[in-house]
């Protein structure tokens, strides 16, 4: 199939890669030059693990193509995918200005019939609204469809290849049929396909988004009533992830959620709430726990060491808001490495990923170093902020031997308290 994806994020360089393996035709379109150069030379401008291969694969055999030009893009294609961003405004909504520009833009430049698949995340309703917009600019016929995507930054590709589910959002048979075709490679089974209407569609991705992050701020507080009561977190996890009803995923204590998905989708959903006289309790308390977790983290090192942290050397291991990728949106170090700079601390940092990132956040008010164990020179304590897999097993006498005092504040609850002990670490963890 011929097929336009228009714009480059991480939904839709993974998408666009992922259908040019399986045999389409994917011209991907941005207005940011240095991207699309990047791009172009097989470069991806973002930590990815394995799109680079793909695009550069894709690239040679000339099955993918990156343009500035949507007019181009759109008149060359059956199916145009909409997946620009939808940041957010200071209400909570999500900013739907260039997702009205991209659909403005597909109208003017349609030249027969089309289907326009949105898979940005747009609130309830946003459809209908992107309808009436494309009547206005073109007379061609059309169809729109929702397609939420369900991407984990850091398994993207895999998610993409092998999806739990295809949502699509439509009540146009000759639609369903199109999608369902351009999907099969993925899936090879029915059942993964779920049809429904289109503002189903479109709330079922804030849902799925606000149910897992209500699992993080849930273990979260049950956490903070561990320390309290002189529980263990661990293992009431364990207790209640054997619970199949339950499971294990998202269960996991530490420093809450980040990233570009969980923390705007959550505003937005409380804010469509509010529009319609419907608010959202339980979202509200699952982004306060959140917010309130970074804090609760800072609070254990100022009970250390006290409120005044002149002085005082911290290594910190790990930027991203979690492992296998370099996004740093509403990371959790961030909240932490300010609150720790406040206090005249001085904080070294060691990523995998993240450090060109850290660099344009932070500039010179922080050190980046080589090595996880160079930022432990001299430190006063470690702070473990993303379990990369290198931090999982490090060498604990190495780290004793280089650390001015051997103490460890564990963000992401990955080693044994009582090993450490025994080896004379001071260890502090969530619950």
């Known amino acids: ?26 011209i991907c379109v941005d207005n940011n030059p240095e991207k699309l150069n990047m791009l172009k030379n097989g470069i991806v401008p973002f930590y990815e693990p394995a799109l ?12 993918l193509e990156f343009t500035d030009d949507i007019n181009y893009a759109v008149q060359e294609s059956e199916i145009c995918f909409i997946c620009v961003g939808t940041p957010q405004n200071n209400d909570g909504s999500a ?15 349609m030249n027969g019939y089309k289907i326009i698949v949105q898979k ?10 992107l309808e009436k917009i494309i009547k206005q600019n073109t007379s061609y016929p059309f169809e729109i469809v929702s397609n939420p995507e369900f991407l984990r930054q850091g398994n993207a590709v895999n998610d993409f290849i092998c999806p739990d589910r295809v949502i699509i959002g439509t009540e146009c048979d000759s639609a ?50 561990c320390e309290e009561t002189g529980a263990d977190i661990e293992k009431v996890r364990i207790g209640i992830a054997s619970d199949s009803r339950i499971g294990t995923q998202f269960l996991y204590s530490g420093l809450g959620f980040g990233g570009s998905c969980f923390p ?16 959202m309790e339980i979202l509200k308390s699952v982004e306060f726990v959140n917010i309130n977790q970074r804090k609760r983290f800072l ?35 961030i909240e932490i490495i300010n609150g720790l700079l406040e206090k005249g601390a001085v904080v070294k940092t060691y990523d995998p990923g993240a450090m060109k990132i850290a660099s344009k956040i932070f500039s010179n008010k922080i050190a980046y170093c080589d090595s996880s164990y160079q930022t432990l020179e001299n ?25 001015k005092t051997p103490i460890i504040f564990d963000g992401r609850n990955q080693y044994d308290k009582h090993l450490l002990e025994k080896l004379g670490f001071e260890y502090f963890k969530i619950g």
């Open 176 to 225: 369903i049929k199109v999608l369902k075709e351009l999907y099969l490679p993925f899936s090879r089974t029915d059942d993964k396909f779920i049809i429904m209407d289109i503002k189903s569609a479109e709330m079922t991705k804030y849902a799925a988004n606000s149910f897992l992050a209500t699992k993080i701020s849930f273990i979260n507080e049950f956490a903070n009533l």
């Open 264 to 279: 705007k989708d959550i505003k937005s959903a409380i804010k469509t709430g509010i529009d319609y006289g419907c608010e």
């Open 120 to 129: 940005s995340t747009v609130p309830v309703g946003t459809s209908e609204k």
């Open 379 to 403: 430190a006063d304590a470690v702070l473990l902020l993303t379990e990369w897999n290198e931090f999982k097993n490090p060498d604990f006498e190495k780290m004793k031997a280089l650390m």
């Open 52 to 63: 680079d291969d793909l695009v550069k694969s894709n690239l040679k055999k000339n099955r």
């Open 299 to 333: 609070n254990k090192i100022t009970n250390k060491f006290g409120e005044d942290l002149s002085g005082k050397i911290f290594a910190i291991w790990g930027l991203s808001f979690k492992p296998k990728t370099d996004d740093m949106r509403e990371a959790p170090s």
């Open 1 to 26: 199939m011929k097929i336009c994806i228009i714009g480059t994020g991480y939904v839709g360089l993974v998408a666009g890669t992922c259908f040019a393996d399986m045999g389409n035709d994917v």
């Open 95 to 109: 900013d739907l200005h260039y997702v009205t520009e991209v659909c403005e833009q597909i109208a003017k430049a």
